[in-house]
């Protein structure tokens, strides 16, 4: 696609549940990110993948976050038993390799009541 | 580690004045530092990036940044304000050149008043 696409752009969820959030990066790009941004903590890294490579996962806050990405292209974002502090706006990003522009997606904002 | 420092959360500045985002950083190696500017219910948009290959880098928009070392920043300019510069802007600093491990400062949203 033209560029990375992200779904839901919103989700509202009750706290408990889990919830999957989906990213679409630009064709062709082998590496993907995951941000956090929110009131409290600002922009923070998730988890990072290149190509088929081990995931970086350094980022992820607990053990109720995972992702995956399949086939090298989409990934799921995945929040288990939800809690209200993850409430925040999800931001993916794609680039060519890890050593070029990275482009961010629009987000998916979750609310968690 | 790394960190990154914004100076000011809100700066305000008239049309056409001199915009001026300060941006300080700490890092135990030569890092690469980025701007990136984020419009409401967007996404965030690579403004420039410093790569050790030129002190001054000159980005989109009409933006540029100063590397100084000796100072540990990394300013952002814009000689003339524009009512479409109005956004939110955030430095990062990272070990590699793309987007891996960005770490980002708390932002500065940018006002533009006729």
């Known amino acids: 696609g033209a560029g990375v696409s992200q779904s839901p752009s919103n989700k509202v969820t009750e706290k408990g549940k889990d919830v999957e959030l989906r990213c679409d990066p630009i064709s062709g790009h082998t590496a993907l990110y995951w941000y956090r941004q929110s009131l409290g903590q600002g922009l923070e890294f998730l988890i990072y993948f290149q190509g088929n490579s081990a995931p970086d996962k350094s980022g992820l806050p607990s053990d109720r976050f995972s992702a995956e990405r399949t086939g090298g292209s989409v990934s799921t974002l995945t929040i288990q038993r939800t809690q209200q502090e993850d409430s925040a706006v999800y931001l993916c990003?794609?680039?060519?390799?890890?050593?070029?522009?990275?482009?961010f997606g629009q987000g998916t904002r979750l609310t968690v009541v | 580690a790394q960190s990154v420092t914004q100076l000011g959360s809100h700066v305000s500045v008239s049309e056409g004045a001199l915009v001026l985002l300060r941006c300080n950083y700490s890092s135990s190696v030569p890092p690469y530092l980025f701007w990136y500017v984020q419009y409401p219910n967007q996404g965030l948009q690579l403004l420039l990036k410093?790569?050790?290959?030129?002190?001054l880098v000159k980005g989109i928009n009409g933006f540029e940044a100063e590397f100084k070392k000796s100072e540990t920043s990394f300013h952002l300019t814009k000689p003339s304000a524009h009512m479409s510069d109005a956004a939110e802007y955030f430095c990062a600093v990272s070990l590699t050149g793309g987007g891996n491990k960005l770490t980002f400062g708390t932002g500065t949203q940018l006002k533009v008043e006729l």
């Open positions: 990003a794609s680039s060519q390799d890890m050593n070029t522009e990275a482009f």
């Open positions: 410093y790569t050790s290959a030129a002190t």
